[in-house]
């Protein structure tokens, strides 16, 4: 017997789990990216492959979701409101079919089936009944067959105005695809990269001016990925951007709106320069790093050069109004003198620039230290109270307890709570650091996504990283469609604010969850998100 069920894209489909289906029609406008998934399961082992037809042409794909282990789901102690923490298989990475089909057997339990429509320049309004067959790939026979009405509106979202950073890892995309650096087919798939964050709603790309010191353990290096190539000739600093200016034209060709140049000093507290080679005549070398001082005055010569070279560089291709700078990332407050001195060294050779860096202490903040604060979204209340502008927030490992994040352990619901959230408190951006971190902590040694999703039991699967590196690039996750998701939320409830007003939509959020809204308490029940869009698209 072979069995199926249209399920919700925010359902995760367990083998041993029992699917609830929901009806075989949807709405959406034309700009969206709207999804659903097919569970099915077999009796007796066959091989599937699903054939759709009817639908929006070149707007349609169809991908089977696989299963991950995880022996770190969640850290001791979860609250009420996750899903499973114990260790096991997870449903989570998003592939393309092969042309040998999907093994749908007995003993495997339900697998599913994501399907997505989504088209960059619009959908054609208009009603589309989508025929999902789903057939043995050896004889072509179907063994089930699917109908999905979809209505596709006339309308469309505003674009996105808030900005969403998901730090891609340029080292990781060479060592995870076994590609050189800076090859034909590195460059490739660093625009394959690129190109889907943006269709997940990535819109601020992390930039690596020089190698990010992120996450590496004090004293070791992460592989080289400075984008400027640097010569030491005479005691004189000659740079070149040609590199850089390939990435940049990646990034804007992709919609990127902001150029987030990495951290200049190290991390947790700015009291070492990052690494930084240059030819020398005697060849390539490592010229500063974790033994480098952050006031040591070659190196604060050294970043005025290159600081400056890379104003006029990037003035006159035209990007350089969208840069922003980070000094270091989470500084504590014992940190203060060396951050403030990483930073005017930074104003002090380029002139007033957007800085902004992860921190959660407000009196940072308050002090002035940090002119754009990104706190954690468990710290977030004082900033918001303050009414700071612009109002960012971030979530790492360390958000567990209540409020939202994008474990495996966690309902998709929650992860998708973000949008909801960022549209009532009103944030002009969120940062998330692990787009594609495949890497144990601290960057000691390389992992396989696909074997090792925690880091090597470091942070709860699902925080490092939110695609996978499939053959031919990137595969997305269930969790970076609920997050994009949100992001559509967080769009359709400025498209309606814009017809009803910002007060009349927060009653309407209240009329389906009548108590406060905050970081830590907000809809908890995945059938929020289908009320609020039915009565969102009612209003516009």
């Given amino acids: 017997m072979f069995e199926t069920r249209v399920c919700s894209s925010l359902e995760r489909i367990f083998p041993d789990s029992e699917p609830q289906a929901i009806p075989c029609e949807g709405v959406m406008l034309r700009n969206e990216l709207f999804c ?97 067959s789903l057939r043995d790939a050896a004889s072509g026979l179907e063994h089930a067959r699917v109908s999905y009405v979809l209505h596709v509106l006339e309308k469309e979202l505003p674009p996105q105005e808030t900005l969403y950073t998901c730090w891609t890892y340029l080292d990781c995309i060479a060592e995870a695809h076994h590609v050189a650096l800076w090859s034909e087919e590195f460059w490739t798939l660093a625009e394959r990269y690129v190109a889907m964050a943006a269709e997940y709603g990535v819109n601020m790309m992390l930039t690596p001016l020089l190698t990010p010191p992120l996450e590496t353990a004090i004293g070791q290096y992460r592989t080289t990925v400075q984008l400027v190539d640097v010569r030491l000739d005479n005691g004189e600093w000659d740079i070149s951007f040609e590199k850089l200016d390939r990435y940049v034209e990646i990034c804007l060709n992709a919609g990127m709106k902001k150029l987030e140049i990495a951290h200049l000093f190290s991390q947790w507290g700015a009291r070492s320069a990052p690494q930084v080679v240059a030819q020398t005549e005697t060849g390539l070398q490592r010229m500063f790093g974790w033994d480098t001082p952050s006031d040591d005055p070659r190196f604060t010569r050294f970043l005025t050069a290159l600081l400056k070279a890379f104003k006029a560089h990037a003035q006159e291709k035209h ?97 998708r709570a973000m949008g ?121």
């Fill in 36 to 132: 659903f998934q097919i569970a099915c399961r077999c009796d007796e082992g066959v091989s599937v492959v699903p054939v759709i037809s009817g639908g929006p042409e070149n707007a349609l794909s169809v991908r089977q979701v696989t299963l991950v282990p995880s022996e770190l789901p969640a850290y001791p102690e979860p609250d009420m409101y996750y899903e499973r923490t114990a260790p096991g298989l997870f449903p989570d990475p998003m592939l393309n079919i092969p042309s040998c089909g999907v093994p749908i057997t007995g003993q495997s339990g339900w697998r599913s089936f994501f399907i997505t429509i989504h088209s960059a320049s619009g959908v054609p309004a208009g009603a589309y009944d989508l025929l999902i």
């Fill in 420 to 540: 909801l959230l960022m549209y009532v408190y009103d944030m002009q951006g969120f940062l998330h650091w692990g787009f594609n971190h495949y890497n144990a902590q601290q960057s000691q040694v390389r992992i396989d996504p696909f074997n090792c999703t925690d880091a090597i039991r470091a942070f709860p699967s699902g925080d490092a990283f939110s695609v996978y590196p499939a053959q031919d690039g990137p595969a997305p996750s269930l969790r970076l469609n609920a997050f994009a998701e949100g992001l559509q939320d967080e769009r359709l409830l400025h498209l309606a604010e814009k017809k009803a007003g910002r007060e009349n939509v927060l009653a309407l959020i209240r009329s389906i969850y009548p108590a406060k809204i905050s970081m830590t308490a907000y809809p908890r029940d995945g059938s929020f998100f289908a009320d609020l869009r039915e009565r969102l698209l009612k209003i516009i």
């Fill in 319 to 415: 990007y350089w109004e969208k840069c922003v700078f980070h000094v270091s990332d989470e500084p504590g407050w014992s940190d203060r003198e060396a951050y403030e001195r990483g930073k005017a060294i930074i104003l002090e050779a380029i002139g007033p620039v957007e800085i902004m860096d992860a921190l959660s202490d407000f009196s940072f903040y308050r002090e002035g230290v940090v002119p754009t604060p990104v706190p954690a979204i468990d710290a977030i209340e004082p900033f918001a109270r303050a009414d700071v502008r612009p109002l960012w927030g971030y979530y790492c490992c360390c958000q567990t307890n209540l409020v939202s994040n994008r474990f495996f352990s966690m309902p998709l619901h929650r992860t």
